[in-house]
């Protein structure tokens, strides 16, 4: 007469001592009947000792005998527990026996006995047990999985850091007849009994759910994982941030729609505090795209209804709320690590008028490296906050260029960070000095 227990760290078949052990091997059988252990964790594991499950509030004071949880279905009284059926020959020698947990008598309380918890031992020649706690039955498939289950980390009162439980109990023999008011419920539970749980790594949390859930809840734990990783790189000023709810995005533009002309489009819909077109720095051309800020979020929302596909100097314009969070970059002038505010363009609110977009992503990298719009125009880089490496690149940039062997000079034997700034002052007159000198030499040869 045999058992198939489903794990969730692989499958044992438990061997029941039906002839020796009858009401302790019914009560076992007809637990399992009802779905009583599925889902039920080990909540007690002891290395090389034993595995303790069976209980639904994985406390180790929970759980009752099958006579007792009729009784209390029909609104009887019964003993919570039934006495242990101890068999001298049957003792705790090899690993994977099965024994009930017998619970202690307590004042007051009634009897102690047995009821639904049972442990599985992990060791061989236990004998501590033999006397104390009932043994009915032996592991004889599945040793595999007990070495796993032997192996867990647990906390300090020995449950498994990962939840191991039972996924389900198939009944492959029960000569046992039911008890009368048995009743097997219509499903097999899908919620585990105790409150607390401790989701394995290896299993799927979201495999419960419906497909259109579990895909939703996906989307958002790669959205929350995509927006940490930009945090740390740089480009958010931290993960939680949210675009702001009235600017709206406009794309599909005509090249030659102006500003003016989509903020007088717009405005019907009510006060506008800023609308660009985004063009590209160098040729002034429009990128086909623009940033409209409303005074108001519903205002915004109403634009995004009435203007889709609404056309515009003959372009059917396509609209959505802008995702872009660059103007929450000012928040970095408090970094101490910057120590400036971030390049403003000719609106005041920011490069590109402080929406995003191409352009914003560019002065946003080159205001991180410490480049700043006008800069970067010219041609002058410098380092913010370094005032002196500042002056001597703008100086090198203006000065002619130094000689093959002044060239490889410098490159063999680069300049130590350590020097005070009197000796890199210095060094960079003699640099001059050296580079003119070479030019009136090469002057008067000619």
């Not at 850091?161 to 008890?179: G, M, Q, S, T, Y």
């Not at 009235?246 to 729609?257: A, G, M, S």
């Not at 969070?325 to 400036?340: F, I, K, Q």
């Amino acid at each position: 007469m045999s058992v198939l227990l489903e794990t969730s760290l692989g499958d044992l078949v438990i061997d029941l001592e039906v002839e020796a052990c009858p009401k302790t091997c019914q009560n076992f059988l007809k637990l399992c009947k009802i779905y009583y252990y599925n889902l039920n964790a080990f909540f007690n594991v002891s290395k090389d000792f034993l595995a303790q499950t069976g209980d639904p509030t994985a406390t180790g004071t929970g759980g009752e005998s099958i006579w007792s949880l009729i009784a209390s279905q029909q609104g009887k009284q019964e003993p919570r527990y039934f006495s242990p059926e101890f068999v001298p020959r049957l003792k705790h020698k090899e690993k994977g026996t099965v024994s009930m947990a017998v619970a202690p008598a307590i004042d007051g309380e009634g009897k102690g006995g047995c009821g639904s918890q049972f442990f599985i031992t992990l060791g061989n020649d236990i004998e501590y047990l033999d006397g104390k706690h009932a043994v009915f039955g032996h592991v004889v498939e599945g040793l595999d999985t007990l070495d796993k289950l032997n192996d867990v980390f647990v906390d300090q009162e020995g449950r498994p850091f990962k939840d191991i439980r039972i996924r389900h109990v198939e009944i492959l023999d029960d000569p046992f007849e039911d008890p009368s008011g048995l009743v097997v419920p219509d499903s097999i539970p899908t919620k585990p009994p105790d409150n607390s749980t401790r989701i394995a790594e290896d299993e799927d949390p979201l495999a419960a759910l419906p497909e259109e859930e579990a895909e939703a809840e996906r989307r958002k734990q790669a959205a929350r994982a995509s927006a940490l990783t930009l945090e740390m790189v740089g480009d958010l000023p931290f993960a939680n941030v949210r675009p702001p709810e009235n600017v709206l995005f406009v794309c599909k533009l005509n090249p030659v729609t102006r500003d003016e002309d989509l903020e007088l489009i717009f405005s019907r819909f009510g006060p506008i505090m800023s609308c660009q077109v985004i063009r590209d720095k160098k040729t002034g051309d429009s990128l086909q795209y623009a940033f409209i800020e409303f005074d108001k979020r519903k205002d915004a929302e109403q634009a995004y209804f009435k203007m889709q596909n609404v056309l515009v100097d003959e372009r059917r314009i396509w609209v959505d709320f802008s995702q872009s969070v660059a103007r929450l970059n000012t928040s970095w002038s408090n970094n101490p690590r910057v120590g400036l505010r971030p390049p403003r363009g000719d609106s005041g609110r920011g490069a590109a008028g402080g929406f995003g977009g191409l352009e914003d992503l560019e002065v946003t990298r080159r205001y991180r490296e410490g480049v700043s719009r006008d800069d970067a125009k010219y041609g002058m880089v410098f380092d913010v906050g370094d005032d002196d490496r500042r002056h001597r690149r703008r100086s090198m940039s203006k000065s002619p260029k130094d000689s093959p062997r002044e060239h490889r000079r410098r490159s063999r034997s680069p300049r130590p960070r350590d020097r005070d700034r009197g000796e890199r002052d210095r060094d960079s007159r003699r640099s001059h000095s050296r580079d003119r000198l070479s030019r009136d030499r090469y002057d008067r040869r000619r």
